[in-house]
C-alpha cells in the first residue's frame, strides 16, 4: 500500500486546513488508519485514529479542533484542522495498519504562524 498525504501549508494561528492521504488500492474500512506528526526536534507523535464502527481516537491536545475521517469509496484519508495553533505545527504523516504491517504516507507539513 503506497499512501500520498497533502493538504499542508502555512496558515496563520487560528486558521484551518484539511490534510488529505490517498492510499494506492482500497483499504478495508476494518483496517485502522490514522495521523501522526512530528515537530522540528520532537518525536513523532499519535494525532489521531479511525476505524470503521469505533470511535475515533484523538490524542488530547487536538480532541475537539481536529476531525478525522475516511472515504472508503475514494480510499482516502482526512484530517480537518481548524482553530490552528502554533504548537501544531510539524509534519503529518499518515499511516495504514494492515496484517500487522505499518505503511507511512511521506508526510506533508504544516506550519502555524502567530
Known amino acids: 500500500v503506497q499512501l500520498q498525504a497533502s493538504g499542508g501549508g502555512l496558515v496563520q494561528a487560528g486558521g484551518s486546513l484539511r490534510l488529505s492521504c490517498a492510499a494506492s488500492?482500497?483499504?478495508?474500512?476494518?483496517?485502522?488508519m490514522g495521523w501522526y506528526r512530528q515537530a522540528p526536534g520532537k518525536e513523532r507523535e499519535f494525532v489521531a485514529s479511525?476505524?470503521?464502527?469505533?470511535?475515533?481516537n484523538y490524542a488530547d491536545s487536538v480532541q475537539g479542533r481536529f476531525t478525522i475521517s475516511r472515504d472508503n469509496a475514494k480510499s482516502t484519508l482526512y484530517l480537518q484542522m481548524n482553530s490552528l495553533k502554533p504548537e501544531d505545527t510539524a509534519v503529518y504523516y499518515c499511516?495504514?495498519?494492515?496484517?500487522?504491517?505499518?505503511?507511512w504516507g511521506q508526510g506533508t507539513l504544516v506550519t502555524v504562524s502567530s
Open positions: 479511525i476505524r470503521s464502527g469505533r470511535d475515533p
Open positions: 488500492r482500497t483499504i478495508s474500512s476494518s483496517v485502522i
Open positions: 499511516k495504514a495498519s494492515v496484517q500487522s504491517e505499518n505503511y
